[in-house]
């Protein structure tokens, strides 16, 4: 078995974290950090044990600006 890594980004939504997984596309969530990352482990396993891909690019990381009301 091949061990990957792969980028996590979580966000809060009320009281859960959301976690998403930009490489495969696996999204899940949490109480806790730690708890949405490990969601998020064990969501990203089942889908590539269902859909292996052998070729998985890095995701682009960056920022931008949107002037609105505050």
């Known amino acids: 078995?091949?061990?990957r890594t792969?980028?996590?980004?979580l966000h809060k939504e009320e009281d859960?974290?959301?976690a998403?997984?930009?490489e495969v596309?696996?999204?899940s969530q949490g109480h806790t950090v730690e708890e949405a990352i490990a969601n998020l482990k064990e969501?990203?396993?089942?889908?590539l044990e269902e859909f292996?891909?052998?070729k998985i690019g890095k995701?682009?990381?960056t920022t931008f600006e949107v002037v609105g009301n505050a």
């Open 25 to 27: 596309g696996t999204v």
């Open 20 to 22: 998403e997984c930009p």
């Open 16 to 18: 859960m974290y959301v």
């Open 52 to 54: 292996p891909q052998t």
């Open 43 to 47: 969501a990203t396993e089942l889908y």
């Open 6 to 9: 792969f980028a996590a980004v």
């Open 1 to 3: 078995m091949t061990t």
């Open 59 to 61: 995701p682009i990381l």
